[in-house]
């Protein structure tokens, strides 16, 4: 579809059934979640953008995205968690914001599984800093 590098240089459409869901690193979450990545890049300034599917309970591991993230929910109830926080609820057309360098964790809430498309920035060739180690685009990095 694309190359990792940079994002397609014109108009471009992704189709949802073209993307295959698969499993993220099981170190990146405390249980079931999928991930489709629509498009990716490590180019600077550029963003990826991936939907994620968490199993009810779910949370990601904490993680910051050096340019910020945002996170539109899709499905179920979504709850997000600043490091030092409470946690937040987002639900089905809600939109969250996570700033830049923002050390955060969210997932599902208890009740059912819940999904969102994310999107967010490239800086140093990264999109996501996990548990104290860069991962980019191209090493197959988890949920955004």
């Not at 590098?5 to 979640?33: C, K, N, Q």
């Not at 819940?114 to 490239?122: A, E, N, P, T, W």
Request: a negative charge.
């Amino acid at each position: 579809m694309n190359d990792l590098t940079m994002l397609p240089r014109h108009l471009t459409v992704v189709l949802d059934e073209d993307v295959l869901s698969v499993p993220a690193r099981p170190e990146a979450s405390t249980g079931r979640l999928e991930t489709q990545m629509f498009l990716a890049s490590g180019a600077d300034g550029e963003n990826t953008a991936m939907k994620a599917h968490y199993g009810a309970g779910v949370w990601s591991q904490w993680h910051s995205h050096p340019l910020g993230q945002i996170l539109y929910i899709l499905s179920g109830v979504c709850r997000v968690q600043r490091e030092g926080g409470g946690v937040f609820y987002a639900r089905a057309g809600d939109v969250v914001w996570l700033a830049p360098d923002e050390t955060h964790r969210h997932g599902a809430d208890e009740g059912g599984p819940m999904s969102y498309l994310s999107i967010q920035g490239v800086l140093g060739g990264e999109h996501a800093l996990w548990a104290g180690q860069r991962c980019g685009t191209s090493r197959g990095a988890g949920p955004s």
